[in-house]
């Protein structure tokens, strides 16, 4: 059935260099099929579907070494988790939304489905990496290869697929991991303050004063730290799937092992050559 057709090609490969965007292979999909509004971090409005004005023909910026400066700075920290050039090459077989605009609307409808199915490829492969998910390293394997898999479905289906459904389904698992892995950090840093145990899942922290704060194993899970201070903050082994560091000064801080920090979190906030973050990741153009 066409609702269920699976693309023949490549195993669903989980590798991370896979889960990173690479534009030169991408056809412009996040600067076409994402909506914007203006505001600090876009200079106009976009509706979905409509590619930017600053896209070139050959599908790159015009503007990308001007970005920020031009008050496009939601653009510099943008993820797609590779899911640009999957989309591009292999779900529709290098064929672009250009040359074949009869494409471009269900190209443009089925790239969130496919960023969302590569961010959680990016999270379940982070906790499969983990000593302390070693008691639920089978789940979290058949996990990986069934998203995996879901990518490589044809276009029809990736539209027609509950992927809410499928992500809460992830989120159980990375629910328990982040619990493992805080329990850990508990009995590895046995002079952790209770500082942490007021925070939450959604804590609204933005502006927070926090710098130097003992935060290891703090669960930050959609926590909100828009403009907080975490200068020097202690982050190891805390969960930050999800917070909102836009704007947040982690100079001098510490989250070399914090589990399901992203690049884009990372470019929104701002640092120094002191920041300690995953090896995963890389340091920001912009930071000082």
Known sequence: MTDTLVLSGPSPDSDSHSLR????????????????????????????????????????????????????RGCTVYDCFGAGQKLSQFTYNGQDWR?????????????????????????????????????????????????????????????????TAHHAKVNTLLLRTSELVRDEARRQYKNISGRQKSF??????????LKGADLRGANLRGAYLIAADLRGADLRMADLIGADFRDTDLRGADLSNSIFLTQSQLGAAKGDGQTKFPKSLSRPEHWS
């Open 99 to 163: 040359q074949a605009p009869q494409s471009a609307k269900q190209m443009f409808e089925v790239f969130p489905t496919m960023w969302q199915l590569q961010e959680l490829l990016w999270y379940l492969t982070e906790a499969l990496a983990l000593d302390a998910t070693q008691s639920i390293h089978s789940d979290l394997s058949a996990t990986l290869e069934e998203t995996g898999s879901l990518t490589f479905l044809s276009p029809d289906a990736l539209l027609a697929l509950e992927v």
């Open 200 to 209: 939450g899942r959604g804590a609204d922290l933005i502006g927070a004063k």
């Open 21 to 72: 965007a690479d534009c030169e292979k991408c056809f412009g999909l996040c600067c076409a099929a994402l909506p914007f509004g203006a505001s600090v971090d876009f200079a106009i409005d976009k509706a979905a579907g409509q590619p930017c004005h600053n896209l070139q023909p050959n599908f790159r910026c015009g503007i990308h070494t001007k970005l920020r400066d031009q008050g496009f």
